[in-house]
């Protein structure tokens, strides 16, 4: 649902997930690790949904937004002219995410 671009049956679909996972956890019917893969699932989802949605506002223009926040946000989310020559801002965040997690060798 969040790949089709429909953040709140998607989110709808967190919170089912959510509530399974304390109904099993409420049982003692999740071990360890498998308690640990689910949260991930859930958190992973979760996040998702909440990223989708800003895109599906974004792209609306934020209309509930008052006006000072509305450019503010619509500056900080739609992607710019500029950005899209060079790559998106995301691309760049990503790669500097990624950038930022390989080890260095000073010694």
Do not use: C, W
Not at 57 to 84: Q, T
Request: aromatic letters at 6%; proline letters at 5%; hydrophobic letters at 40%.
């Amino acid at each position: 649902m969040v790949e089709a671009g429909l953040p709140l049956p998607a989110y709808e679909m967190v919170l089912k997930a959510s509530h399974a996972f304390n109904l099993l956890d409420a049982r003692g019917a999740i071990s360890v690790t498998e308690r640990q893969r689910f949260i991930l699932r859930v958190r992973t989802l979760a996040r998702k949904v909440a990223f989708g949605y800003v895109e599906a506002r974004a792209k609306l223009g934020f209309p509930l937004a008052d006006e000072a926040h509305r450019a503010e946000a619509l500056e900080k989310y739609l992607p710019k002219e500029d950005a899209a020559t060079e790559g998106s801002s995301t691309d760049s965040l990503a790669k500097e995410t990624t950038d930022n997690n390989q080890p260095t060798n000073k010694q």
